[in-house]
Structures are given as structure tokens and as C-alpha cells.
């Protein structure tokens, strides 16, 4: 099993640009995340996904979208990055009675 | 005032030293507490759960304490493997699949 796995590992995107970062995990979870990590603040929650086709937001949503069409992935989007978005994202995912939220990788953004 | 506070640290200790780091919490009503573990630009990883009752794995122990609304984790015989970030992590709900509040945790250094 591959785990949790997040593509692009970097990217680096002009103001203004968009793109996706995607998230897939092979355990069948049913619950997917996504984090930012900031120096000096602990990960924030973007948004979040208990099944496939539903989406919530988190503590810091504003300027992310999410999808979850299919249970394995959970893409996360950005339509008009900013600077303020640069920051190493993680996707987490974790099955009600198990007790570890996996994490992927991260993927590296830098918003210039 | 942050919901999850930890000592940034870092801590720098030779090998085979002891080591504690604590965390306090402001929101009361959290039910589930962990210690997870982030390498220099890895994942974060669960490290160990914490129970009211306290509980060991090894080398490391960690306790919770609801009334003054702090845990701690302490190291023995210290590695220079525990070289890491030990991030203390809050749940409203029981297990990590409730959101999870992470501090912006304790960097260790552990040398020869």
C-alpha cells in the first residue's frame, strides 16, 4: 500500500495562477483532510471530507476550494493564488474507529 | 490566547539525557490527546496517545493533566533519532478522526 500520497511534491505559482493539488490514499478512509503549515502556527485545518461527496470547511478556508468525487481522492484547489498561500500543505485521511490520522507527504507552494 | 501552546524549544540534550516537554490546552471540553512526531520536512506522525491514566511505550512516557489542562511527554535515554519536532495535538472528540488542534511544537536536538 502506497498510504497517503500528494502530487505535485512542489510547485511554485505566479499571483494570480491557479492550480490543484491532489490527495489520494489507498486504505479506503473514509474521512480526508486538508492542512497548511506555517512557521510558528501548528497545521490548520483548510477543509475536510467524511465520504465521498461531501466537503466541509475548516479553520482557514477562505481562498481553497475542495472535491471529493471519488472516496480515494480529495483535490484541493486554489483559483487565484496569493502570496499569503505559501505554505506546505498536507493531506491527512483516517477510518471512524481507527485511531491515526495518516498524512501524506505535503506538497511545497511557494506563491510569488 | 492559542488553544494548543507549546515551548518552541529548541531543546538541546546529549545523548542518553532525559527529557520533558509540556503542552497546555484552553478549551476544556477537549477529550483526546496526542503526541506526534515531524521530522525536518516530513509528515507528522503519531508518537503516542495520552490517557488520563498515563501511559509508557518504551522510552517514552506521557500524561495528561485535566485539572491544571496539560500534557507532557518525557523522554529517557535520549537518541540522536529523537532529533525531531514533537507536536502536541487536541481533540475535541474521541480519536483522531474528531478535528484534531495542533501546537506548533517542541524542537528537539539530541547530540553526542
Not at chain 1, 55 to 68: H, I, L, M, Q, W
Request: with cysteine; aromatic share 12%; proline share 4%.
Amino acid at each position: 500500500n502506497a498510504g497517503v500520497t500528494q502530487t505535485p511534491k512542489f510547485r511554485v505559482l505566479k499571483t494570480g495562477q491557479s492550480m490543484t493539488l491532489l490527495c489520494a490514499q489507498d486504505m479506503n478512509h473514509e474521512y480526508m483532510y486538508w492542512y497548511r503549515q506555517d512557521p510558528g502556527m501548528g497545521l490548520r485545518l483548510i477543509h475536510y471530507s467524511v465520504g465521498e461527496g461531501t466537503t466541509a470547511k475548516g479553520e482557514v478556508p477562505d481562498g481553497y476550494n475542495v472535491s471529493r468525487l471519488k472516496k480515494q481522492n480529495f483535490l484541493l484547489g486554489l483559483e487565484s493564488a496569493a502570496p499569503s498561500q505559501t505554505s506546505v500543505y498536507f493531506c491527512a485521511s483516517i477510518n471512524l474507529g481507527l485511531y491515526e490520522q495518516y498524512f501524506g507527504p505535503g506538497t511545497r507552494l511557494t506563491v510569488t | 490566547r492559542k488553544e494548543v501552546e507549546q515551548d518552541p524549544g529548541p531543546f538541546n540534550v546529549p545523548e542518553g539525557a532525559t527529557v520533558a516537554f509540556n503542552c497546555t490546552y484552553s478549551n476544556s471540553a477537549s477529550q483526546s490527546f496526542f503526541w506526534y512526531r515531524q521530522d525536518c520536512r516530513k509528515e507528522p506522525k503519531l508518537l503516542m496517545s495520552v490517557y488520563s491514566s498515563g501511559n509508557e511505550d518504551g522510552r517514552f512516557t506521557a500524561q495528561l493533566n485535566r485539572a491544571s489542562q496539560y500534557i507532557s511527554l518525557l523522554i529517557r535515554d535520549s537518541k540522536l533519532s529523537d532529533s525531531a519536532t514533537y507536536l502536541c495535538v487536541v481533540s475535541k472528540g474521541a480519536g483522531t478522526a474528531s478535528k484534531l488542534t495542533f501546537g506548533t511544537g517542541t524542537r528537539l536536538q539530541v547530540t553526542l
